[in-house]
């Protein structure tokens, strides 16, 4: 029986920088993402760097290893063993259709090749879900690009005037998709240019939901919001984003490198270091980003080309030679659980704290953006202690220079 890679010890290691970058843009058309990407206005970044590094692989075979390592055309080498299966799957199907006209040797010669059956029909429904990964992935990141035509949008370009942005509810009432309760039941307020204004409630009153209503992630189900005395579903929803800066709970690491991770804020800026350090130290994550071994250009991911089968303890077979190589392909692992010791007191939340922290200096980022003139800061200080907190919101002050900014705030914790 020809050996498959299902069956031996192996590790695979993809190398391809443009392999590994194309498929760490890939990821950004997951779900998780969705929402740091279109308030963020990088739609267009991720777009010509997935198209960029799938130009620099070129013909490279990007087909995984299980279907590479058939060394011959992968439909000819399953043709053969189709043919060679053809009297098993011949009594298979009398087995089916005709169970009386089966004999005890029959079913014993049918047991032994069950075995076979199955692992052809797993490889065969492994080929169809990864056999062409690229059109996959291309397919993700359109329809990333897709969605941000989802939400009907306005023909009315906006021009940010010096001032921050202005806005009016009247009487909104919003429910979310697929419920009936209603997150917000006529509302109706108004917020003027450059003023700071900081909405206070307990859980769940819907001080997100503003948010996401002000930033046009949703329309408002019933009344209207006027933005500069114009109601918002007159503009072009692209330039309402690249007027707004949203700092939310709700944020993902991208699967790229600390600097793009911050200097996506401003995606006009992001090769620009002495801009993404000046964020990061106003975001709290230069000390870290100063240990990383790479600096700006540690990545924080998993290496997604990485994988290996059957060279576990477990398995004596195996040659030393080949679990050791696995053991140092894991240490390649941007950070080590030694250096997330140095770096915070809590490693086992490191993720989480680093999140925040490059979250936060990505928002800086963008304020250096010119064009923003709407700063919403959503809860974002959850994981600090007070002196942090402290530090995070006169850092916002000072740098808000006239942009209208929004607050969220829990009710309790303002009346401690
Ligand atoms: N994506 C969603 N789908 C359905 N319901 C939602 C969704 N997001 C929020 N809600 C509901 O809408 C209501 C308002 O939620 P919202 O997040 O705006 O409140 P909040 O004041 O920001 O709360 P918190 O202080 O806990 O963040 C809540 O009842 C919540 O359960």
């Not at 009153?205 to 500069?228: E, H, M, N, P, Q």
């Not at 330039?239 to 991208?254: F, N, P």
């Not at 077979?317 to 390649?332: T, W």
Request: charge should be positive; charged fraction near 20%; glycine fraction near 10%.
């Amino acid at each position: 029986m020809q050996p498959t890679l299902w069956t031996i010890s192996h590790i695979v290691e993809a190398t391809d920088p443009h392999y590994l970058r194309m498929n760490s843009l890939r990821r950004l058309g997951e779900a998780k993402y969705r929402q740091d990407i279109l308030m963020g206005d990088v739609v267009g970044y991720v777009l010509r760097e997935f198209r960029r590094s799938v130009g620099l692989l070129g013909d490279t075979d990007v087909g995984q290893p299980y279907v590479q390592y058939e060394r011959m055309g992968y439909s000819a080498h399953l043709a053969l063993k189709i043919a060679k299966e053809l009297p098993m799957l011949y009594y298979a199907a009398i087995a089916i259709l005709n169970p009386g006209a089966f004999t005890l040797s029959t079913l014993a010669t049918l047991h032994q090749s069950e075995s076979l059956l199955s692992r052809m029909f797993v490889e065969i429904v492994f080929y169809v879900q990864h056999g062409g990964p690229r059109l996959a992935s291309v397919q993700t990141v359109y329809d990333l690009e897709k969605s941000v035509h989802e939400m009907q949008d306005g023909d009315l370009a906006y021009s940010p005037h010096k001032q921050g942005m202005s806005f009016e509810l009247k009487n909104v009432s919003f429910s979310y998709p697929g419920t009936t309760t209603k997150a917000l039941n006529d509302v109706s307020l108004s917020i003027k240019p450059g003023q700071l204004v900081v909405i206070v409630g307990s859980n769940g009153s819907g001080k997100s939901t503003i948010i996401k209503l002000l930033t046009r992630l949703y329309d408002a189900t019933c009344g209207s919001i006027f933005v500069d005395g114009q109601d918002i579903k007159d503009y072009r929803v692209a330039d309402l984003r690249k007027a707004m800066a949203s700092l939310t709970q709700d944020h993902h690491l991208y699967p790229l490198s600390l600097g793009e991770n911050i200097g996506l804020g401003n995606p006009a800026r992001v090769g620009d270091v002495e801009m993404i350090h000046a964020a990061a130290r106003l975001g709290g994550v230069e000390g870290v980003v100063g240990k990383m071994r790479d600096g700006l250009g540690t990545v924080l991911e998993w290496p997604r080309g990485l994988q290996w089968n059957n060279v576990g303890k477990g398995n004596k077979a195996v040659d030393p030679e080949l679990r050791a190589a696995v053991g140092n392909m894991k240490k390649q692992v941007a950070v080590s659980g030694g250096e997330r010791r140095k770096l915070v007191a809590y490693p086992f939340n490191f993720y989480a704290f680093l999140s925040s922290w490059v979250f936060r200096s990505r928002t800086f980022m963008r304020f250096t953006s010119g064009a923003v003139k709407l700063v919403c800061v959503d809860e974002p200080s959850s994981n600090l202690d007070p002196q942090a907190e402290w530090q995070l919101f006169d850092n916002l002050r000072r740098v808000r220079e006239g942009k209208t900014s929004i607050w969220t705030r829990h009710g309790q914790r303002i009346r401690r």
